[in-house]
């Protein structure tokens, strides 16, 4: 394989995000996403909306990723695009297209799964972003997953904790869709947390086996909180928001870095990633680099464009499996509940 002419072209289409990305030797020349804004106004992803924007978006954003990147579709080595898991309807949609794509150019097609790509992202080539060691433990955290995974290899990667119900950004998007901000709230929680006290009001942190979390404990005392305290003041949360936001977001990190810190004792390994959308919080950032520093731990932070779904990700699995002849078969499926 000469790999100054191998073109990978990713899809991700795994939620609301249309994405296409094209890799060549682990370098991203182009990584484009169309965002769906019309389920704001509904405070969460509608599955139907999201399939039918795939379908409206897909084409050009793939068109936008092959001309940022200069190169003609007929140049490409292969098509690598997400399988699951994620939203059926929208899967469908980037598999339907991947297929038929890879089908008319007569090249390899290639699935990946979406929570692998998220751990992956670390080995784009990036100026000024290390990569990780084998082995080493990975933290996926994002609206649907909250994962610790040991990765000893490229395709080689064993979940030793997750949680038992709710994922931690779905955590974040509930709670504060009690405190009345719009949809997507986990980031506007991170803005507000900046500027509040994070030991101001204290929440509990759920008790679960030493590797695994919960939050529908978390959300259910977030409401019961705010329930109470504006009943007493109708302006409570007005008041209170940067310092309610602060302290929620302290103990949600704080109880990450809790489950972290015990993976690291029980498996022995002190390398360090994260992954997925909730990567991007500040907050978890910060204790990241604070543990590099207190125990020794080599930490890697991705950039903030491979935190949240796109197809960057995609593209490099894609580029890897490429390598070794991992390739799909044509009736390959969309796997909305695809295991790690």
């Known amino acids: 394989m000469d790999e100054k002419n191998c073109y990978i072209l990713g899809i991700e289409s795994s939620c609301d995000d249309t994405a296409a990305a094209v890799i060549n030797n682990g370098v991203i020349l182009s990584n484009e996403v169309a965002t769906q804004k019309i389920h704001e106004e509904y405070g969460g992803v509608v599955p139907e909306l999201a399939s039918r924007a795939h379908q409206q978006n897909i084409v050009p954003v793939v068109n936008q990723a092959l001309k940022k990147a200069n190169i003609d579709k007929k140049q490409l080595s292969a098509i690598a695009f997400t399988r699951g898991p994620g939203l059926m309807g929208s899967l469908l949609v980037g598999t339907s297209f991947a297929k038929s794509l890879a089908y008319g150019l007569d090249i390899p097609l290639i699935d990946v799964n979406h929570m692998q790509a998220h751990i992956l992202a670390h080995f784009i080539k990036d100026e000024g972003h290390s990569t990780p060691k084998f082995p080493f433990l990975a933290l996926t955290i994002s609206g649907g997953h909250t994962q610790?995974?040991?990765?000893?290899?490229?395709?080689?990667?064993?979940?030793?904790?997750?949680?038992?119900?709710?994922?931690?950004?779905?955590?974040?998007?509930?709670?504060?869709?009690?405190?009345?901000?719009?949809?997507?709230?986990?980031?506007?929680?991170?803005?507000?947390?900046?500027?509040?006290?994070?030991?101001?009001?204290?929440?509990?942190?759920?008790?679960?086996?030493?590797?695994?979390?919960?939050?529908?404990?978390?959300?259910?005392?977030?409401?019961?909180?705010?329930?109470?305290?504006?009943?007493?003041?109708?302006?409570?949360?007005?008041?209170?928001?940067?310092?309610?936001?602060?302290?929620?977001?302290?103990?949600?990190?704080?109880?990450?870095?809790?489950?972290?810190?015990?993976?690291?004792?029980?498996?022995?390994?002190?390398?360090?990633?994260?992954?997925?959308?909730?990567?991007?919080?500040?907050?978890?950032?910060?204790?990241?680099?604070?543990?590099?520093?207190?125990?020794?731990?080599?930490?890697?932070?991705?950039?903030?464009?491979?935190?949240?779904?796109?197809?960057?990700?995609?593209?490099?699995?894609?580029?890897?499996?490429?390598?070794?002849?991992?390739?799909?078969?044509?009736?390959?499926?969309?796997?909305?509940?695809?295991?790690?």
């Open 148 to 340: 610790i995974v040991k990765v000893s290899s490229y395709f080689e990667q064993e979940v030793i904790g997750q949680t038992i119900d709710d994922a931690v950004g779905e955590a974040f998007d509930k709670s504060a869709k009690i405190l009345g901000l719009p949809y997507p709230g986990g980031p506007l929680i991170d803005t507000y947390a900046k500027e509040g006290d994070p030991k101001r009001f204290k929440f509990p942190k759920p008790r679960v086996a030493p590797l695994d979390f919960s939050f529908s404990g978390l959300k259910t005392s977030v409401l019961y909180f705010v329930e109470k305290n504006v009943l007493e003041n109708p302006n409570f949360i007005v008041e209170n928001m940067n310092d309610v936001c602060a302290s929620l977001q302290f103990t949600i990190v704080s109880y990450l870095m809790d489950k972290l810190k015990n993976a690291v004792a029980h498996t022995g390994i002190k390398e360090v990633a994260i992954g997925g959308g909730v990567s991007a919080n500040s907050g978890i950032r910060a204790a990241l680099l604070e543990a590099e520093n207190k125990y020794g731990w080599t930490v890697h932070i991705p950039k903030f464009e491979y935190c949240t779904d796109n197809a960057g990700m995609i593209a490099i699995v894609g580029e890897l499996k490429y390598k070794e002849d991992m390739y799909a078969e044509n009736n390959v499926a969309a796997n909305a509940r695809m295991k790690l």
